[in-house]
């Protein structure tokens, strides 16, 4: 097991269209609406986790913007005291107060910056967030030249997205003095330089599983209900990385099998009441990880991503 997703809170400042965090507080969905910390006593037990597991690497995301926990600074520190690395996935809002804390930090290995986000902003808002990573990029280039830093744009053939897409390009290029013309974008060139250790990461947009399914049993007919079948049926074959080179844990300590499940839909137990080596023997564990070395897709989450 190479990573383990921690996330340290499910709470966050923006409410994008693409994320489960804003979409659902848009449809009044009120599951959305209150949000959680993580405590320090399950932090350090789902620290102790992926060191028992021999993983060297940790994220602090599912869901929700890490470094809006009231930790996360004391929480880099504790991660110094091991050997595990970290890769930061933000959105960028809050860098220009804790930047200085990422930077001197050694156990951070990458910072993704999610800056797809900004599109859906005012345009004077995303500006300033936009400016607030650049200046971090460049001090990270002084500072951290070891660090790795992708710029995502995540909304590749989104049509309102394109003109901020052409805003941030041409922001780099008067920042880095490089142009980055990313015209050949395809599944396997998504990234391209922009300097020494810095990178635009393009990609279309993200669809959580099962995202544009997600409706009340009760309004659903039969004819629905047996075409969601027989879909579910057509894509029952495959295979994931997931409990092979990640495992997830919730806010709340539940342990899901991969960083997708946000909602828990595919809960293998609990770190406040067993070791995370134990869950991952668990039969429920077992049996996932059975289907996808024999290529099938077991649970519907899965048959749905």
């Known amino acids: 097991?190479?990573?383990?997703?921690?996330?340290i809170t499910d709470s966050c400042n923006?409410?994008?269209?693409?994320?489960?965090c804003g979409?659902?507080?848009q449809s009044g969905d009120t599951s959305g609406a209150l949000r959680s910390f993580m405590p320090t006593p399950l932090f350090d037990a789902c620290i102790a986790g992926a060191q028992e597991i021999g993983a060297k690497n940790v994220f602090f995301h599912v869901l929700g913007e890490p470094t809006l926990h009231p930790g996360f600074v004391h929480y880099l520190k504790k991660l110094e005291q091991t050997q595990l690395k970290l890769t930061l996935t933000t959105n960028g809002t809050t860098i220009e107060r804790?930047?200085?804390?990422i930077l001197a930090s050694p156990a951070v290995r990458q910072v993704n910056f999610s800056t797809h986000a900004y599109a859906e902003l005012p345009r004077e808002t995303a500006e300033r967030h936009l400016q607030n990573v650049l200046d971090f990029c460049q001090l990270a280039a002084a500072e951290r030249p070891d660090l790795y830093i992708n710029l995502r744009l995540w909304?590749?053939?989104?049509?309102?997205a394109t003109p901020w897409n052409r805003y941030m390009l041409d922001r780099i290029r008067k920042t880095f003095g490089v142009d980055v013309t990313p015209g050949h974008f395809c599944s396997r060139h998504k990234s391209f330089n922009i300097s020494g250790r810095i990178y635009l990461h393009e990609d279309t947009r993200f669809e959580w599983p099962g995202s544009n399914k997600v409706t009340s049993a009760s309004s659903v007919t039969l004819e629905a209900r047996d075409e969601r079948k027989d879909d579910l049926e057509k894509t029952a074959q495959g295979t994931c990385r997931a409990l092979d080179t990640h495992v997830a844990i919730l806010h709340d300590g539940r342990v899901v099998a991969c960083c997708l499940d946000y909602s828990g839909q595919i809960t293998l137990g609990n770190i406040q009441e067993q070791n995370l080596a134990g869950i991952l023997e668990a039969p429920l564990a077992r049996e996932l990880r059975e289907g996808f070395a024999q290529n099938e897709l077991r649970h519907p989450l899965c048959k749905a991503c």
Do not use: D, K, Q, W
């Not at 097991?1 to 996330?7: F, R, T, W």
């Open 155 to 160: 909304n590749v053939g989104a049509a309102e």
């Open 98 to 101: 804790t930047g200085r804390s």
């Open 1 to 7: 097991m190479e990573s383990v997703y921690i996330e």
């Open 14 to 20: 923006l409410h994008c269209s693409f994320c489960p």
């Open 23 to 25: 979409t659902r507080t």
